[in-house]
């Protein structure tokens, strides 16, 4: 059997995929254009049923399990996005969320580059999204392997930030392409001039540290073109479209 038949078959349990992604657009702000794909991870388990990431993920990250499912997953992603290509869908990128266990070991690099290796796919159209918890880890060690890999051209993304009680600052302690505004930020604008003038400095601070600043949960054009004004540049949330499996996602004539 070869090694993608193996990969295959592990992916599968009675016939129903035990990891399946669901993919929502990143779009742009100017002209609502799809620009990149963000991915949500929902496991399916005989005993348990279909589980989202605020299910299982806490407890998976905190065994070496989760570097097995990550690999699984990095074959979907990967086996999705050439369908896309075939489709002629128009992406730089698809994301996918990396545990830090992974992230933190000296083969991080070389575990991913093995598995697409085996794939028609470069490392820029791969973005791999982090765990808030990222900004708490202060030995250097993901920091490092952050900047090794963005050598290679992988991108990493962090989300949630500008949320309640976020520690922004810690943001210059790692090089992000990325960062996805907590969908909190998104209600505050056009609530006052006030409150516009907070997510700008934000967007303003995130573009200083040469990151790309994302919006997350917009809902209306309206809020589109108040983060174009404000020099955001991506959206995404329900404006955007709803997540969902690779074999619904086809070329839009919009786009």
């Known amino acids: 059997m070869s090694d993608r038949s193996k990969i295959r078959e592990s992916i599968t349990i009675d016939g129903v995929r035990a990891i399946e992604l669901m993919y929502r657009a990143i779009r742009r702000t100017d002209d609502d254009g799809q620009a990149f794909y963000r991915t949500n991870m929902r496991l399916n388990s005989p005993n348990m049923g279909t589980m989202?990431?605020?299910?299982?993920?806490?407890?998976?990250d905190s065994t070496d399990r989760c570097i097995s499912v990550f690999s699984l997953a990095l074959v979907q992603l990967i086996q999705a996005s050439e369908k896309f290509s075939e489709r002629g869908i128009d992406f730089?990128?698809?994301s996918m969320y990396m545990p830090l266990r992974l992230l933190r070991k000296?083969?991080?690099?070389?575990?991913?580059?093995?598995?697409?290796g085996e794939y028609s796919i470069f490392p820029e159209n791969i973005c791999f999204e982090?765990?808030?918890?990222?900004?708490?880890?202060?030995d250097g060690c993901c920091a490092e392997s952050i900047r090794n890999m963005r050598k290679r051209g992988f991108h990493f993304m962090l989300p949630g930030v500008g949320g309640d009680g976020f520690p922004l600052m810690k943001l210059a302690d790692f090089e992000l392409d990325y960062i996805l505004l907590d969908s909190r930020l998104t209600d505050m604008l056009g609530v006052s001039e006030r409150s516009d003038s907070c997510v700008k400095s934000i967007i303003s601070f995130i573009s200083e540290l040469d990151a790309e600043p994302v919006a997350d949960g917009v809902s209306s054009s309206e809020q589109?073109?108040?983060?174009?004004?404000?020099?955001?540049?991506?959206?995404?949330?329900?404006?955007?479209?709803?997540?969902?499996?690779?074999?619904?996602?086809?070329?839009?004539?919009s786009d």
């Open 130 to 138: 982090l765990p808030v918890s990222l900004l708490y880890e202060e």
């Open 224 to 253: 589109t073109a108040k983060l174009y004004d404000l020099e955001c540049s991506f959206y995404t949330g329900d404006y955007a479209g709803n997540y969902m499996l690779e074999r619904f996602v086809r070329k839009k004539s």
């Open 106 to 116: 000296n083969d991080c690099q070389k575990t991913v580059s093995e598995i697409i």
């Open 92 to 94: 730089k990128w698809c």
């Open 52 to 60: 989202m990431p605020d299910r299982y993920l806490s407890v998976l």
